[in-house]
């Protein structure tokens, strides 16, 4: 998956964040030492939440008495390993750590993940303040297969905004936009050639451009592929809507050379000042506060994304922590999972600028929004994108295939092609592909 890591790349504040103790009352009931002398393996994927975990790792091994070996992978080795490694039944890790929009379907059908079910109903297993109920509906929903099985615990989710230049949306005395008619006309207003200004800025990069495609469809209220995985919907009539709003607003407004843009060209000619509008990731949100790596630090604004023509939804791509099924040490996993992802370390997370937690009450804790560098508006947006949250990418096992294909007919009608001609060619392409993978 596309990489969008870096919010603040902040390894002191990491450090110097508020420690994890256990709390009084019905907490200091709970037995965190229940699997002491245990040693556990986590295997991490790179990223700042998994700074924040190794961080804090001594902190677990003192409130639990179990032993701790963690390593982080870089994302494109560390998928394809562990993939291996489960599906050979001896993983050599307790802890794993699972991008969910890339490999849930994958551990779905390898039945790889341990079921949380029993873990999370069990008293004795859950401390009293875990409190379930506080992750984001849309989040569980990832984390849960078809039949009910609990395969992870979400650990971050990321989410497509609405970033804006407020000076030059002002200029032009223009609104934030509500609806997707309203960003396409704000869009063409405030494009100036002349002076080198786009009025939107967005990837056009074969295979990155997907994501910000697919979240363009959610607007017609539908995903690119039907919900038990088996029909492709990448040439329907909303489809071929949704194309030729991708089309107009990327060949009006958007910079010369956008179809070589991935997400960090278009970070760069935003944070620069110029273009007035980007649609992507909040996880790519803080250097544009960040003065020494942004021309428009104190101008930059943050919104929901506007609502389409049949609803309104922020494209959202989850990772999360879990138990393989053939691992060895689950008792003391499950407590470093349920540590992991519990509400101290979240607030952590959303503290450092290290994530966008999936539960809902570290938006509203106001020691972690008054000690950070993002403003009211970014939290807002946060919690407000989390609320419409829907999955940016199809739940199937060759999504990269998907998005290699999907990803070239974006890219040839950025260029001018007819969107409805190479959108059918594409989805002729990928039904072998697809209706293969069905078969397995």
Request: proline share 5%; aromatic share 8%; net charge neutral.
């Amino acid at each position: 998956m596309i990489r969008r890591r870096h919010l603040l790349a902040a390894s002191a504040a990491l450090l110097a964040a508020p420690a994890i103790v256990e709390s009084v009352g019905a907490q200091a009931a709970f037995d965190w030492k229940q699997a002491k002398g245990q040693k556990i393996e986590v295997n991490l994927s790179k990223s700042p939440r998994s700074d924040v975990l190794q961080a804090h790792q001594k902190e677990f091994e003192a409130l639990t008495g179990i032993t701790v070996g963690s390593e982080q992978i870089p994302e494109q080795q560390q998928r394809p390993k562990v993939a291996m490694e489960l599906s050979t039944g001896h993983p050599s890790f307790d802890v794993v750590n699972v991008a969910m929009h890339v490999q849930k379907r994958l551990i779905e059908r390898g039945n790889w993940m341990e079921d949380l079910r029993p873990y999370l109903a069990n008293p004795g297993l859950v401390a009293a303040d875990f409190d379930k109920a506080d992750f984001f509906p849309a989040s569980m929903r990832i984390a849960t297969s078809a039949d009910g099985k609990i395969n992870v615990l979400p650990l971050n989710q990321d989410l497509f905004i609405l970033m804006y230049n407020k000076e030059l949306l002002a200029a032009k005395g223009v609104a934030v936009p509500t609806t997707y008619e309203e960003l396409m006309a704000a869009a063409i207003k405030l494009t100036d050639k002349e002076k080198g200004v786009a009025g939107f800025v967005g990837r056009g990069l074969k295979n990155a451009n997907v994501v910000l495609y697919d979240n363009i469809l959610l607007g017609w209220n539908q995903e690119t592929i039907s919900a038990d995985g088996h029909t492709l919907l990448t040439d329907t009539p909303a489809a071929i809507e949704a194309g030729k709003y991708y089309q107009n607003i990327m060949r009006q407004c958007a910079p010369q050379g956008v179809v070589g843009f991935n997400w960090n060209e278009a970070q760069t000619t935003f944070s620069q000042g110029r273009a007035a509008f980007w649609w992507d990731a909040i996880g790519f949100t803080a250097p544009l506060i960040d003065k020494t790596k942004s021309k428009i630090a104190d101008n930059v604004g943050f919104a929901v994304l506007p609502s389409g023509p049949d609803a309104r939804h922020s494209a959202t791509f989850m990772d999360a922590v879990g138990i393989p099924a053939q691992g060895r040490n689950k008792q003391a996993a499950w407590l470093y999972i349920q540590w992991a992802t519990n509400k101290a370390m979240m607030n952590n997370y959303l503290r450092t600028g290290s994530g966008t937690p999936p539960r809902a009450s570290p938006y509203t804790d106001g020691d972690v929004r008054s000690g950070s560098a993002f403003r009211p508006d970014w939290f807002d947006t946060a919690l407000a994108s989390l609320k419409i949250a829907r999955s940016g990418l199809p739940e199937i096992v060759p999504v990269t295939e998907f998005r290699d294909t999907i990803g070239v007919a974006l890219s040839n009608i950025i260029g001018g092609a007819d969107v409805a001609t190479e959108l059918k060619k594409a989805t002729a392409t990928f039904k072998p592909v697809l209706d293969k993978s069905n078969e397995a």
